[in-house]
């Protein structure tokens, strides 16, 4: 059984990858962490109080960052072409949601809960990593405490969707995410090389509606705004960013990776891209040497993924 911290910006990718976190038999979801990035930090706890509440979901839901680990970065701008004003696909939520959230800030959460399972937690962020790294700087000692890290976020060999250099994770809070790729723990990074071939048609969307239970109608209604956004980018369906990194804990084999060293550049006109130094590689002396080796995923079996999430859901 894997447990998994979920670190999210909900999002409508994130939806599916936390309804495939609940539903997968093999994971034991033990909390939720909401961070700014698709909305501001109270729509995203909202909604991942909201998806919990209709999903079922015990899993502990805590509020975290609403700005970068940098004070000195603007903030502000949501990408509501694509997950809507509210976070979902601007699919109408009730006023009041009875379910809680921790009264710990997501970092907090993270440390004790790592605490708590020594070598037993995986942290899944598919959000800004603002969270992680405020959790490795209070306690650093979490890099040995926790099992893994897996990360959707960056473009390695391909463009970036915010700037021809980043991706909107990585974009979001570049401090951060360099913070956490150069600690010594293990980190899979899940990035736009894989994630932009693993789209979702809604015609397949729609196979699992038919097949289903209530949950995933509702995750079908969230989704056809960003589905709608998709369309010119690439035809027919919905990119699962998110879920490709849920999916990388279950099933690693489904993906081909490369090993290496990684920065994350912040400031200039590169702001936020990620750029691996492959292992074996002689470089003269770089900002890249003397750190922790981490994994980029280069591969991955598109249909396989889609098919662990079917299954899954
Ligand atoms: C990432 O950015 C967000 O819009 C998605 O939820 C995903 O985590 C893709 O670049
Ligand atoms: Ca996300």
Redesign the pocket.
Known sequence: MHKVIFDT?P????AMALLFLHRHPEIDLVGVTTVF??ASVDTTTRNALYLAEAWNIDAPVARGADRTIDPARKEGHW?TA??GHNGIGDVVIPQSISRQADPRPAHQFIIDTVRAHPGEVTLVA??RMTNLALALQAAPEITKLAKEVVI??GAFDVPG??TPAA???IHGDPEAADIVFTAPWKVTVIG?DV?MKTVMTSGYLAKMVEAGADDVRLLSDISQLYIDFYKSRVGDGM?V??SCACVYVVRPDLFETRSGSIRVVCGGIADGQTIQKPDGRGFPPSPWDGLPSQIVTTGIDPDGVLEAIRAAL
Do not use: R
């Open positions: 910006d999002g409508i990718d994130d990035g698709n990408p694509i997950h598919v959000g959707m976020g969707n915010v991706e909107a994770n736009l994630t990119v960013h998110d």
